[in-house]
RNA sequence: CGGGGUAUGGCGCAGUCCGGUAGCGCAUCUGCUUUGGGAGCAGAGGGUCGUAGGUUCGAAUCCUGCUACCCCGACCA
């Protein structure tokens, strides 16, 4: 046995931190809270990256690149996304080092102070509306339909791998329009492009909703989110998509000509989903054996380890290359492992840290009677089948896991929501079982404020499929006509 | 930014109380035997003990300062 995880009913941060580890999907840096995302991780964001990144082509968007550096004074504009973003960010201030003569030290070269400070994006609204107030003259420029996939960086103070780290990558989505409505009909758009990329893609079940004030984008109008829950009971803000209004346009002077030949302000939106998403996924599937990948995403859905002797192996090793080019021709990813000097329990054991979907193992008995062995890692069920037809069975397998962990956290999710109607129970439900808590709120930010205070919980979304229900507030006893999701949160 | 903890081969740790020149497990390398669920035996390589100073004949060990990282809380994708 390798390094063991640790389970989750021990020490669940700890078994966060353990598969990452095992599965070698990240390092730490040496910058506190820094990551080094490794080959396997990267992967994993590249087919997140990749499945997104054709949706929003999909929907008209366009890619461009905006820069790391932005003038201080950019920040200054919008006052409360200055407000929210001031305390987070890296400042550049000088433009070389130097090396100190008496005492030989590397220092930051006094004659090299710059200018004007610049300041390392936590976020790209500033700059870019920037530049749209140059490109935007008329109602025929718009809209402008723009995304961007970037690193940016805010100086957390306390940090966990993917989940918060100072540099993190993510897309940030940047929409210019004519009128509210398309920038309002914009930010619902996306926000159902990302609850698909999740549930569809990642198997990842996630309640859309709006943020209340409070939990608002410094800057937005209105924050709409979608919000997964994780193993532990606690809620996870997987994705944002935000009504900006004329905020920005004003902040940057960026109007436009309408039909009726008047100067407008433009509408915004922005929209970001980040490599957090990687912690989500793991911490929706998988178990105390390791990552558990959905097909769809998973950088390898088949991993097909041969059983080899010292001698014959010939028949097994050709019939595994047969067996892969099958399988690659049906647009499967397959990984074959016929390395030496790595026993076949060794690698299966590997594999299933690492989360592999599917994997095929051929020996010579196998060979004999045209069969196969395949091992799900959802359900660790096995089984002996023939080669003949084996790339429809493993599409409909892939399939099947697929749904199966889709499935599985739906119901995890359900069996962790509860409705409740006063405020000891909300406490007694939040403290025993976790998770989603429904109940009525009063829409007020002094009493969403108590309520965090006093439990730790916070209004994770107002759900946009809110069914009209009169009710009290179970602290105010004010009126309500609906429920609204409360959970602890990472 | 507060509280706690840790720092010794690549990783995990022991050694520190009571100073005498560094050890264990895993990993790595070589060879042989193995190979259908993390192999066995034999041998080998690899460490300025986080850093700076002090005490001492002698410091991983005692003293002082500093730094980094991790965990837990307040703020955030």
Known sequence: MADAITPRSEDYAQWYIDIIKQAKLADYSPVRGSMIIRPTGYALWENIRDTLDGMLKETGHQNAYFP????????????????????????????????????GELIPDPDSQLEE???????????????????????RDLPILMNQWANVVRWEMRTR???????FLWQEGHTAHATEKEAQDETMKILDIYASLAEDYMAMPVIKGAKTA???????????CIEALMQDGKALQAGTSHFLGQNFAKAFNC?????????????????????????GLIMTHSDDQGLVLPPRIAPTQVVIVPILRKTGGEPVLEAVERIEK?????????????????????????????GVPIRLALGARDVEHGVIEMARRDTFEKETVPQEG????????????????????????????????????????????????????????????????????????????????D????????????????AKSY
């Open 68 to 103: 790391l550096f932005i003038p201080q004074s950019f920040l200054a504009k919008e006052a409360e996304h200055v407000e929210g973003f001031a305390k987070e960010c890296a400042v550049v201030t000088h433009s070389r080092l130097k090396i100190e003569e008496e005492t």
């Open 117 to 139: 400070n610049l300041i390392v994006r936590p976020t790209s609204e500033t700059i870019i509306w920037d530049t749209y107030s140059k490109w935007i003259r008329s109602w």
């Open 161 to 167: 791998l993917f989940l918060r780290t100072m540099e």
């Open 214 to 224: 409070s939990e608002r984008f410094a800057g937005a109008v209105d924050t709409l």
């Open 255 to 279: 109007t436009f000509q309408n039909k009726e030949n008047q100067l407008e302000h433009v509408w915004a939106t922005s929209w970001g989903v980040s490599t957090r998403l990687i912690g």
């Open 326 to 354: 099958m399988l690659k021709d049906a647009g499967i990813r397959v990984h074959v492992d016929a390395r030496e000097g790595y026993r076949p329990g060794w690698k299966f054991a590997e594999y299933e840290v690492q």
């Open 390 to 469: 084996l790339t429809a069975l493993i599409q409909d397998t892939l399939e099947a896991i697929q749904k199966n962990l889709f499935d599985r956290a739906v119901a995890f999710r359900d069996d962790l929501t509860t409705s409740v109607d006063s405020y000891d129970e909300f406490k007694s439900v939040l403290e025993e079982k976790g998770g989603f808590i429904l109940a009525h709120w009063d829409g007020t930010d002094e009493t969403e404020t108590r309520i965090k205070q006093e439990t730790k919980a916070t209004i994770r979304c107002i759900p946009l499929d809110q069914e009209y229900e």
């Open 471 to 486: 009710g009290v507030d179970m602290l105010t006893g004010k009126p309500s006509t609906g429920r609204v999701y409360f």
